[in-house]
């Protein structure tokens, strides 16, 4: 991670860490270096419904003007119809503004190669070169960036027909009919709102929708994916067959099944990975998933015969396995799901069609197609610590993470593992019994503040 990006853009709260400035000047670089050699960069540019979207949409487009590309909005939309369109359309790049989960105050701005993927990391560190006045290209050194002038300014123009394409996109991939069913959408407040209640419409569904009234204020207020539990009573109070649930800019989906039960990311994954490997679809044999992928995921893959890789926390890591090994299905339990025949990004809607798609298929309720994934208690301890390495490398931390290893065999698991983005170790412990995954859990910590590594 840099110093302004992380895995998942450049976020902060709006006008402290992350300011309009901020905004105009990855603008101005992006006009600028997509559109070296006499080429008119042209970028598509999307935003979530935060109050502060709109403030830094206008600046990073007029910083793509100002270095001479032509920019298209989106408007209010999903960060998966914004890759969508980058790589259909041609686009250089694509920019999403939004802070996907986070509360309203906070916002972001996710940058998306020509393929619609993730910018790579040489390309992010070049803009921060830029925001820190360090940019070197091609064997020159920039400490401001030229001015487009004359014919050469860029212009900015609607482009909601791209998100119009990417919902009938959406709508040619289902392959049954919703007639007859009764689905629950949680739109978060975010970029759903509009996109998700009319794709199921148009499949014939009866849809009932919840937090689809944005105000620039309450995206994800005690609402979507975040916030399950209005969607869990909603689906049981009105009789529904299912309910999904979408996150601010509506790249995850969680589900919740007839009986208002949650289906989590890794149940998301267990029922369609079994799903494609009954119809011969899971080329690899292999689901993508990350280290904190509950222990009773692989149980039921193993009994399924299906393989997993695991990767480090972040779509961002499970996308980049996914390319490596040829896989077709990834993702968080977090509801991050990345369909890689379909999307370079995880797609909240997309999965929540095809969750629909095996429903139908096998003619089977939610509840029972993902019966067979049993979730395992887990606690999760953090310890501040001053050195996170330290920590982890102490012999004596370590022989206590083997005996717990040791102890639970077959039956759970242990991860032990530092926070990427604070001075934190964190200690995890699945198990059958929530009350032993804590003893053991507490087990690891007290070794860890007994060797001296707890922080004051």
């Known amino acids: 991670m840099g110093k302004y990006f992380g895995t998942d853009g450049f976020r902060g709260e709006a006008n402290v860490e992350l300011t309009g400035d901020h905004a105009y000047e990855v603008g101005r670089f992006l006009g600028w270096y997509y559109g070296r050699g006499n080429h008119r960069a042209r970028i598509v540019v999307g935003k979530d419904t935060r109050r502060s979207s709109y403030m830094l949409e206008y600046a990073i487009s007029a910083g793509m003007a100002a270095s001479g590309a032509d920019v298209y909005l989106l408007h209010v939309t999903t960060t998966p119809s914004v890759s969508y369109v980058t790589r259909t359309d041609g686009f250089d790049c694509g920019v999403m503004i939004s802070a996907s989960h986070n509360p309203y105050y906070d916002n972001g701005i996710k940058l998306l190669n020509r393929e619609g993927e993730k910018m790579d990391e040489s390309t992010i560190r070049l803009v921060e070169d830029y925001l820190d006045g360090t940019l070197s290209v091609d064997g020159q050194t920039f400490s401001k960036l030229p001015f487009a002038t004359g014919e050469g300014v860029g212009s900015i123009v609607d482009h909601t027909a791209g998100r119009n394409r990417y919902m009938g996109y959406l ?16 739109c978060a407040n975010g970029s759903a709102w509009s996109i998700a209640p009319n794709v199921f419409r148009s499949l014939g569904a009866d849809v009932h929708v919840i937090n689809d009234r944005p105000d620039g204020l309450n995206i994800n207020l005690d609402a979507g994916s975040t916030h399950i539990e209005g969607l869990k009573r909603y689906v049981k109070e009105h009789g529904c067959d299912a309910g999904f649930a979408f996150d601010g800019d509506a ?74 090994g040829g896989h077709r299905l990834g993702g968080e339990q977090s509801g991050h799901i990345i369909f890689s025949k379909y999307a370079r990004t995880g797609d909240g809607i997309l999965t929540s069609l095809k969750i629909m798609e095996v429903m139908m298929a096998k003619k089977e309720a939610l509840s029972r197609l993902a019966a067979p994934v049993t979730i395992y208690p887990q606690v999760l301890i953090n310890v501040r610590v001053k050195d996170k390495k330290a920590a982890q490398d102490d012999p004596a931390v370590q022989a206590a993470v083997q005996a717990v290893a040791d102890e639970l065999g077959d039956t759970g698991r242990i991860l032990v ?36 590594h707890k922080a004051e």
Do not use: H, W
């Open 417 to 452: 593992r530092e926070s990427g983005t604070e001075p934190l170790v964190r200690v995890m412990v699945e198990a059958p019994e929530k009350g032993q995954c804590q003893a053991l859990a507490q087990r690891v910590v007290d070794v860890i503040i007994a060797q001296g």
């Open 171 to 186: 709508i040619s991939l289902a392959v049954y009919s919703f007639r007859g069913k009764r689905i629950a959408l949680d």
């Open 251 to 324: 790249d995850r989906c969680l589900a919740v099944d007839e009986n208002g039960e949650l289906v989590d990311g890794d149940q998301i994954m267990y029922l369609y990975g079994a799903y494609m490997k009954e119809r011969g679809k899971l080329l690899t044999n292999t689901v993508v998933t990350t280290v904190m992928s509950n222990f009773g995921l692989y149980k039921a893959l193993d009994k399924a015969g299906v393989g997993y890789a695991k990767t480090a926390v972040g779509d961002k890591y499970v996308y980049e396995e996914m390319v490596r």
